[in-house]
């Protein structure tokens, strides 16, 4: 199944932040996935505004991939300034903004649910290879990550 950039895009301000940004909802109806895939196109100047997604039923965790643009993510008041390729993730109950500072529009991939027990992706090819990196580049075993 296909689904084609700008299908069911919509325009919206999120978390009262600053001037609308536009949203693609991708396989909102098809995927049986227990989370939400989005692309954003913040406007210059634009935010998604400071907010938290409390713990309990209504718990959300966010990873924040930077696909074009420049963007400035603030969690727990640390703040990340965001190149292309770049990813911050936003766990349940932290304080969150992501703010794009530049003269033109950021492209964010956003995927969010609610927080659960994570895959041994160890037993796929590519999971054993992310995991063999990371270990490369601290010189051993990856705080977290799956043994």
């Given at each position: 199944m296909l689904e084609r950039a700008g299908r069911a895009q919509f325009a919206i301000t999120l978390h009262d932040g600053e001037r609308p940004s536009e949203l693609q909802w991708y396989f909102r109806e098809?995927?049986?996935?227990?989370?939400?895939?989005?692309?954003?196109?913040?406007?210059?100047?634009?935010?998604?505004?400071?907010?938290?997604?409390?713990?309990?039923?209504?718990?959300?965790?966010?990873?924040?991939?930077?696909?074009?643009?420049?963007?400035?993510?603030?969690?727990?008041?640390?703040?990340?300034?965001?190149?292309?390729?770049?990813?911050?993730?936003?766990?349940?109950?932290?304080?969150?903004?992501?703010?794009?500072?530049?003269?033109?529009?950021?492209?964010?991939?956003?995927v969010w649910g609610q927080p659960g027990t994570a895959m041994d992706w160890t037993r796929y090819r590519t999971g054993r290879a992310s995991r063999d990196a990371a270990e490369r580049e601290t010189g051993g075993h990856v705080a977290g990550g799956p043994r």
């Open positions: 098809e995927s049986t996935l227990p989370v939400a895939i989005q692309r954003w196109e913040l406007p210059p100047g634009g935010s998604e505004g400071m907010h938290a997604h409390p713990p309990g039923a209504e718990a959300l965790e966010e990873i924040y991939v930077l696909l074009d643009g420049a963007a400035v993510m603030t969690v727990d008041g640390e703040r990340f300034d965001l190149g292309p390729g770049d990813a911050v993730i936003a766990r349940a109950g932290t304080r969150h903004d992501l703010v794009n500072p530049g003269p033109s529009p950021a492209s964010v991939l956003v």
